[in-house]
């Protein structure tokens, strides 16, 4: 049987494809760099949760999260399991406790669902070493310090030219303003703006 690795978030940036993003995962003591497509309402998901961001409204995963502690549901780990034709099959495990006994269930899930909902339980991600010797690619470059892990901030979820400006009016404003309309921001779900004005608060502390 493939032994598993465990592996931790790297970053989430755009993809050639419209609306969708990349999302890098990385083995934890390695090098190797598995890339997984996703679609924009999961990576803004994993986002905002490494990013510390509170939406207005619960999304569907903290919907999902709270219905799960509810029923005192805890999600342990995340299993990227298979790869087939291009498509990632991950399993959330879950321990259920009940009356002072425990099972452990297993669902079948998106990759992308899985993560996003693993990371708020702070649940260790795995993948088959199968899967790492078919899908991933080496990088040795990558220096262990520049590595996120759930609870860091990760990259923003807009292209790196876009990063290195000053969006339009922000430099006229007080720190307290921006706080303000970072604030309004996360109220209107306006997730994009929220993550810039969030950087320009950064830049200046």
Do not use: W
Request: charged fraction near 30%.
């Amino acid at each position: 049987m493939s032994a598993r690795v465990e592996m931790v978030i790297r970053n989430i940036v755009p993809a050639h494809s419209h609306g969708a993003y990349t999302l890098y995962l990385k083995e934890l003591n390695g090098n190797r760099i598995l890339p997984i497509i996703i679609g924009g309402f999961e990576a803004q998901a994993i986002s905002m949760e490494l990013e510390g961001m509170k939406p207005s409204r619960p999304l569907t995963h903290d919907l999902f999260t709270s219905a799960l502690k509810e029923f005192d549901i805890t999600v342990t780990e995340i299993n990227i399991e298979r790869l087939d034709e291009g498509i990632y099959f991950a399993g959330i495990t879950c321990l259920f406790v009940n009356d002072g006994t425990s099972k452990l269930v297993v669902l079948d899930a998106r990759t992308s669902d899985a993560i996003a909902l693993g990371i708020k339980f702070r649940a260790p991600i795995f993948c088959m070493e199968s899967i790492l010797l078919e899908a991933a690619y080496n990088d040795e470059h990558i220096d262990d310090d520049d590595i996120e892990l759930p609870g860091q901030q990760i990259d923003d979820l807009v292209e790196p030219t876009e990063k290195t400006s000053i969006p339009s009016g922000f430099a006229k404003l007080s720190l307290e303003e921006l706080e303000l309309m970072l604030d309004d921001a996360i109220n209107d779900e306006d997730y994009s703006k929220a993550a810039k004005i969030r950087d320009e608060i950064k830049r200046r502390q």
